[in-house]
């Protein structure tokens, strides 16, 4: 199967560089960490190729970060606006097949990674070069920056041709898993994703070149690597075993409406909000599906637009429920004292609700729902800090509030968060 | 059965006080007109108990002794308890377990916490699976009475404990507390009381009347293992059973938990069984549509 490997590194912080202030872009030695400010907790989530050569890398903590490259200059990750960036890419991606896998989750290390299947698309698209400068074009209005181009029989082979290339496409010829070690062999052992240690290991044995390592028995590398070490020897033979995982689009089954003139009170908004959620119920009814979460947007006249967002315990599609819910809600929240200009409601999280799986050894699980559920009720009425739920912390802990907590009931299993974006 | 007026109201107010298996009527000339607690000469367990209409679900307390003296080896369905004892008697621990009890039989159990000295290690320790337990810690008994009737109302749970403090006023409570109990009569939820001695006397004749089984809890002696105190014998008396004899009386022994049964617990708890439990839950399919 060919592969067409899309690779945009540091793509939180091309996104932040295309978007901020000049000094910032076309800097290489610009010294920047996202993630959040030194003194706060939390961890890199990106950082300059500048950072990343003196130490920063993703997942380490910001205060270790700070102290690696006192200059550089913090920001604050917008999760929200890397992940919408880079959906919009990929969903200019699924136009070309839908054979097409990538991470869009910002927080994970495969974030900025596209690959898609192009197995016979020639027919539909052109040739693989043609087929790339097609697929180059079209994101290069979208993602900042120039992506790392691979195209090979297997998934390791296409990303290292990617890294070969250097921006360039670069192809591994079709063929068989001898093709693919063909073209591996020459190049040097630290493209394989082995661990600190066992690279040390690789190294100590003297072994510099792929080829070299594909050579050695299997038998005799499981031996001495353990079943890792099996695995890297695959991939330096050509044999990759890991499938292309087509990506899910995610569904967002989205209503909104202008409000002229600006509304005041908050009766007539329910009825609009009736007609949403049966608008957006009856598409998901259609489907034999429903909403996990639901959210209400209502933009105001003067200050930031007021959100709220419901967890529904399991898949609903009933619009009564849904308006009933939201407006409960909305009728217990303070709400800005503005008019308000326009509403939105938003289905997220949709599931099929023909199956639910039960647990198998916890009876309670069959009541769980509908527990749930009459805990949001109960919650809107007497407020959410009066059912609560216990869990440890550490019951070893020197001070018996740190043993363990009382959190309100629907926060892991039910009811919302309100958040003021 | 033909009965004066006098006779009459003097056996409701009987019932009412020492519940319904305290006074019964003979059918045949062999058997005393009145038996129970009130006979002159005690009757044999069996029989007497063999009369009442048993239960189907039972909640057992934990206390194999204590269930025995029960008549109906347990809680049943629908039925409130009063447990009544000074400080440190042990009720809460017998409340815990009967709370872990409920949950191994597959409920879901709630803690009305008036007091607010829940302590989750403490509950873990006696048995309790946190993820099926609902903590309510209202603002005032008022809301406390009302939160927990909306709760009992909706039937998605299987035992309600109330814990009451020491210093609540009478203004009320009494009426909220019957009609709580009522509520969870009617809706075959299982309620326990935590009270203590000192409790205000509209509350506590209130509490008399409506629960069907109060036991009174009364420490007797330090239970000891060598030279250290590892837990306390407990007097329990059966003040009132409406499914049995009342008036029995057992001892049962509480154990504190020491530091290596309670590590022990929380150990089980956190690591294999609650997590091998917790992986396997997605397993059995239910086809609602």
Redesign the interface.
């Known amino acids: 199967m060919r592969l067409l490997y899309l690779d945009w590194p540091h793509l939180c912080y091309r996104i932040e560089a295309a978007r901020a202030m000049l000094p910032l872009r076309g800097q290489p030695s610009e010294l920047v960490v996202i993630g959040g400010q030194p003194w706060e907790e939390g961890e890199v989530v990106d950082c300059s190729p500048a950072a990343r050569r003196l130490g920063v890398e993703r997942g380490l903590p910001l205060g270790t970060a700070h102290r690696l490259v006192p200059e550089a200059r913090f920001l604050a990750a917008d999760l929200p606006t890397y992940r919408r960036a880079l959906e919009v890419a990929l969903d200019a991606l699924a136009a070309f097949t839908p054979s097409l896998e990538a991470e869009p989750d910002p927080g994970e290390r495969a974030f900025g990674q596209a690959l898609l299947g192009i197995e016979g698309l020639h027919r539909l698209w052109g040739d693989e070069e043609t087929l790339t400068g097609r697929v180059v074009d079209i994101v290069a209005k979208l993602l900042p920056g120039k992506p790392r181009i691979g195209i090979a029989n297997t998934r390791f082979g296409a990303q290292v041709a990617a890294v070969i290339g250097q921006g360039n496409l670069e192809r591994v010829p079709v063929g068989d898993a001898a093709v693919e070690a063909a073209y591996l062999a020459p190049l040097s052992i630290k493209l394989l994703p082995a661990h600190d240690e066992a690279g040390d290991r690789l190294r100590v044995f003297g072994l510099t070149r792929i080829g070299q390592f594909g050579a050695l028995s299997r038998s005799a590398v499981i031996a001495r690597f353990g079943a890792s070490g099996g695995e890297l020897h695959d991939l330096a033979c050509g044999l990759d075993g890991r499938q292309l995982q087509p990506r899910k689009p995610i569904a967002q089954l989205r209503a909104e409406a202008e409000l002229e003139p600006p509304l005041e009170t908050l009766e007539p908004l329910r009825f609009l909000l009736r007609n949403m959620c049966q608008a957006l119920c009856e598409q998901l009814n259609a489907r034999?599906a429903g909403a996990t979460r639901a959210m209400l947007q209502l933009d105001v006249e003067r200050g930031e637009p007021f959100i709220l967002e419901q967890a529904l315990p399991e898949p609903a599609a009933a619009p009564e429920l849904l308006e009933r819910l939201l407006f409960a809600r909305l009728g217990n929240t303070r709400m800005p004292a503005a008019p308000v200009t326009r509403i939105a409601v938003e289905l997220r999280g949709e599931q099929v609700?023909?199956?639910?799986?039960?647990?198998?050894?916890?009876?309670?699980?069959?009541?769980?729902a509908?527990?749930d559920w009459?805990?949001i009720g109960?919650a809107l009425?007497?407020g959410q800090?009066?059912?609560?739920?216990?869990?440890?912390l550490d019951?070893e802990a020197a001070l018996v509030e740190q043993?363990?907590?009382?959190f309100p009931?629907g926060a892991d299993s039910g009811l919302a968060t309100q958040s003021v974006a | 059965m033909p009965t004066e007026p006098a006779l009459g109201t003097a056996l409701a107010r009987l019932e009412s006080r020492w519940g319904s298996a305290a006074v019964r009527v003979g059918v045949g000339a062999d058997q005393p007109l009145v038996d129970g607690a009130l006979a002159l000469a005690p009757q044999p367990a069996g029989p007497a108990e063999a009369l009442v209409a048993l239960p189907d679900e039972v909640i057992p307390t934990g206390f194999a002794r204590l269930d025995a003296l029960l008549g109906t080896g347990g809680l049943p369905r629908g039925v409130s308890a009063s447990f009544r004892g000074a400080r440190s008697s042990g009720k809460t621990t017998l409340a815990l377990h009967c709370l872990a009890q409920a949950q191994a039989r597959g409920g879901i159990v709630a803690f009305l916490d008036l007091c607010r000295i829940f302590d989750p290690i403490e509950a873990v320790a006696r048995g309790i699976d946190l993820r099926w337990l609902l903590v309510l810690r209202p603002a005032d008994a008022e809301e406390g009475w009302a939160l927990a009737a909306a709760l009992v109302a909706g039937r998605q749970i299987d035992l309600l404990v109330i814990d009451l403090p020491e210093r609540l006023n009478a203004r009320g409570h009494d009426a909220s507390l019957r009609r709580l109990a009522a509520h969870a009569r009617r809706s075959s939820v299982r309620m326990i009381v935590i009270e203590p001695t000192n409790l205000a006397a509209p509350i506590h004749g209130a509490l008399a009347e409506s629960v069907a089984l109060r036991l009174e809890l009364e420490p007797r002696g330090w239970l000891r293992a060598g030279r250290d105190i590892v837990g306390r014998y407990v007097q329990v008396n059966v003040a009132k059973n409406r499914f049995g004899l009342p008036g029995r009386e057992t001892e049962i022994e509480i154990r504190y938990l020491v530091d290596g049964e309670h590590a022990a617990a929380l150990n089980r708890f956190a690591t294999a069984d609650y997590q091998e439990t917790a992986e396997l839950q997605p397993l059995r399919l239910l086809h609602t549509a």
Request: proline fraction near 5%; charge should be positive.
């Open positions: 034999g609700v023909a199956g639910q799986q039960l647990g198998l050894f916890a009876p309670q699980l069959a009541r769980a509908r527990l009459q805990l109960l009425r007497f800090d009066r059912l609560l739920r216990a869990r440890l019951p043993r363990s907590e009382l009931a």
